[in-house]
């Protein structure tokens, strides 16, 4: 199998340099004898829909003279999932794959094939591994020949990765899909951002430390007496730049409703958090 990374063409705060997608290129069987067997293709995740990146899938298709099978969203937040309605437009006969999460995906007006945990995709070179936490319908795809991971936003490298707490983001869930993914003992990830991860053990867990860290941190400062989210915020993230004010807080907002729902902390009426001394 050929692979073939395919920028987005969408830089910013969130995204860094933009989303990589990833073009992976499998011979078909010959319906006969008398046929040949072609090259055919299948897209992992589908940018916003810039022409830029149109054409560069376009012409990636073209110089193998491969037809494109299937696009793979692995979760549907709008990086990953927005460039949908333009590539059904530019490739008709394609199947769009994810796993579902119905109230996201009607946003797309897309035919989805659902995908579920296990599913075999690319040809059957692929499997489908169910990541949840970062978002509800966010998946991985495994090559066990190869060891290698499609990670999607599981992890990034240099940075860590946002939960987003009041858009479906769940920390318990994505503190598990890190160790799922620890368990599969992976040689290489390739990312939806930055560079391809060669030492994906160091990083897991190093990432599940972080995770540990924070919410020792935040622990800390809910029973020193720091009750609303942004005061929370504020001694948790000092120095925050403005434009990754939001983010954080969502991220912090996902330790708070983990540690609420273990019986740690308490929300009151008035939407401030307590140390529950009891549990904690």
């Not at 530019?90 to 999460?101: G, Q, V, Y």
Request: net charge negative; charged share 20%; with cysteine.
């Amino acid at each position: 199998m050929q692979v073939v990374s395919i920028p987005a063409h969408n830089p910013g705060p969130l995204t860094g340099e933009g989303n990589h997608t990833y073009l992976l290129f499998h011979e078909a069987r010959a319906a006969s004898e008398s046929d040949e067997a072609r090259a055919h293709a299948s897209l992992i995740d589908a940018g916003t829909g810039h022409p830029d990146h149109l054409e560069d899938v376009a012409g990636a298709l073209r110089a193998r003279a491969a037809m494109l099978d299937e696009v793979l969203v692995t979760h549907a937040h709008p990086d990953h999932i927005s460039g949908t309605p333009a590539l059904r437009q530019k490739w008709p006969s394609a199947t769009f794959r994810k796993l579902p999460w119905p109230e996201r995906d009607a946003e797309y007006h897309v035919d989805w094939a659902p995908l579920e945990d296990g599913a075999l995709v690319a040809g059957g070179t692929l499997q489908t591994i169910h990541t949840p936490g970062h978002a509800p319908d966010h998946v991985c795809f495994w090559d066990p020949n190869a060891r290698v991971l499609f990670s999607a936003d599981l992890v990034i490298m240099g940075t860590t990765v946002v939960i987003p707490g009041t858009r479906g983001g769940n920390l318990g869930a994505y503190l598990q899909s890190l160790k799922r993914v620890l368990a599969l003992e992976p040689r290489r990830l390739f990312p939806a951002h930055g560079p391809v991860i060669d030492h994906p053990r160091t990083l897991i867990q190093e990432y599940l430390a972080h995770r540990a860290l924070r919410e020792a941190q935040i622990l800390s400062v809910v029973a020193s007496g720091h009750q609303t989210l942004d005061a929370i915020l504020d001694a948790v993230y000092p120095g925050l730049a403005p434009e990754l004010r939001m983010a954080a807080r969502e991220s912090a907002l996902a330790h708070l409703l983990k540690l609420e729902s273990e019986g740690r902390i308490r929300r009151r009426d008035d939407d401030r958090w307590e140390y529950n001394r009891r549990l904690s």
